[in-house]
């Protein structure tokens, strides 16, 4: 029992702060919610994410845009509109991930990658087969759309 109120503080610092490592990965909680997205004549299925974030999204939807390359990992757009949201540390980005960077910046990643940054999840899509050689190496048209 000493030992015990010893390192009880330690034990419930790890647990209250969540340290994130390079083994860690964000898990948000999915919705019965399906999103198509298009890219040119391939088809990727996404499940979405239960969040204040999705449900903004999924009213711009159905959305074609012309996404941008960044670091060889992700294809990303500006929205003209600003998205409530609650930007979490999520540690590791999974190819396939589908997040919000601030406020107004829909990010589609195609590489997985250890991270700092902060993203609101949105979603991620369920088979990443091909989505790689798919976008390519420069700006991509994206449909994203309710399923």
């Known amino acids: ?38 890219i040119g004549t391939s088809t990727f299925e996404a499940t979405l994410y239960d969040n204040e974030t999705t449900k903004v999204f999924k009213t711009l939807l159905p959305l074609s845009i012309q ?45 997985t990658f250890i991270t700092s940054y902060t993203y609101t999840p949105l979603g991620r899509i369920d088979n990443i087969t091909g989505l790689s050689a798919v976008v390519g190496a420069g700006k991509a048209a994206i449909t994203f759309e309710l399923k």
């Open 1 to 38: 029992m000493k030992y015990l109120l010893i390192f009880l503080p330690t034990i419930l610092s790890t647990v209250f702060t969540g340290s994130i490592n390079e083994k860690t990965t964000f898990q948000p909680t999915p919705i019965p919610s399906k999103l198509k997205i298009t």
């Open 67 to 111: 996404m941008s390359e960044l670091n060889g990992n992700e294809k990303y757009y500006y929205l003209d509109s600003h998205l409530p949201s609650k930007q979490t540390q999520v540690g590791k980005i999974q190819a396939g991930d589908i997040m919000l960077y601030g406020d107004n910046c829909l990010v589609v990643f195609y590489k």
